[in-house]
């Protein structure tokens, strides 16, 4: 039973992180551009969130840190994904390589602040890795009161949003306006839309929400070493997002089938059957990520994203 409670708590919780970083990519991607940089958003807002969680004092009401540190992850990760407007928006740059330059330099800036704020020396793997037992606590309660199966209450905001968002995108001038800047950005524009406007929104809340991501993801553990960054779940968040044809629904039970791997990755030890395999921990560490491969591969080709998708606006051009 507790194996059975334990496994749907996890399951649950990762369900949860990939949705809201896939739906931050949605937005992006919606306003037509690469969401390649969700893993270095959820670095970024995880990694602010922690060093929130290190230095805030252990006398503040419980209710009072959690506030602040949900806050400190969406508005950090939100002004980071600001590099990346600038330079593909205002600057034109390659999305893909921008993407990929943030995802980079998420990892490095966290590395290199923890150092200094835990004073650790330069060593190799496991110097930048912090320690939030006390927030752990707060934001993971017993599940029905069972004393070792955990549930996360961040969970609980993430189903919240999932109408929200599904609103916002169908039912609102805003979702309208940012679904026609990535499929036909001069068509908006001839209306009086504007488009790099429209782009730079997107681009800071998908930063937010992959931030709150990040923090859901780390909030799950007792501490996190921040050298591995979001240990790859902004990537599968982006095939989430692929599987899911950038629609919220889909994203969600999208979600569904690489968290079950994911979580499978974690409480194989607990089955019997799988532990007694012998199969080598990696497998089972790989399995997501291989998942992820095969069903991008399969389905791909019927998976059409918005038609302006990566490409830079240039209202001269119109």
């Not at 994203?305 to 606006?313: H, Q, R, V």
């Amino acid at each position: 039973m507790i194996i059975a409670l334990s496994t749907i708590s996890f399951l649950l919780a990762y369900v949860a992180v990939l949705t809201i970083t896939a739906f931050g990519g949605m937005f992006s991607e919606k306003s037509g551009t690469i969401a390649l940089s969700l893993e270095g958003s959820m670095t970024f807002g995880a990694f602010s969130a922690g060093i929130a969680m290190y230095l805030l004092p252990t006398n503040m009401p419980n209710w009072l840190s959690a506030l602040l540190v949900i806050i400190i992850a969406i508005v950090s990760a939100g002004l980071y994904s600001l590099l990346l407007a600038v330079a593909t928006i205002t600057f034109k740059a390659n999305q893909t390589l921008a993407g990929t330059a943030l995802n980079i330099l998420s990892t490095a800036i966290a590395v290199v602040i923890i150092k200094r704020v835990t004073r650790t020396e330069a060593l190799p793997v496991g110097n930048s890795r912090l320690n939030f037992t006390r927030f752990y606590e707060i934001f993971n309660v017993d599940l029905f009161g069972i004393q070792g199966v955990k549930f996360n209450w961040l969970i609980l905001i993430v189903l919240a949003l999932i109408p929200i968002i599904y609103f916002l995108i169908y039912k609102t001038r805003y979702g309208l306006r940012l679904s026609s800047c990535g499929e036909n950005p001069s068509s908006a524009d001839s209306l009086g839309i504007n488009v790099n406007k429209t782009r730079y929104i997107g681009i800071i809340v998908s930063g937010s929400l992959a931030g709150f991501g990040g923090l859901l993801l780390i909030s799950m553990n007792a501490e996190w070493e921040f050298a591995n960054g979001a240990n790859g779940f902004g990537f599968l968040a982006l095939a989430v997002l692929i599987f899911g044809q950038w629609k919220p629904l889909y994203i969600f039970l999208g979600a569904f089938v690489f968290s079950l791997f994911k979580t499978l990755s974690v409480v194989y030890p607990s089955i019997n059957f799988l532990d007694n395999l012998g199969i080598s921990p990696y497998f089972y560490l790989a399995l997501p990520y291989v998942v992820c491969l095969i069903v991008l591969v399969f389905t791909s080709k019927k998976n059409v994203g918005p038609k302006a998708l990566g490409e830079p606006y240039n209202k001269s051009k119109r």
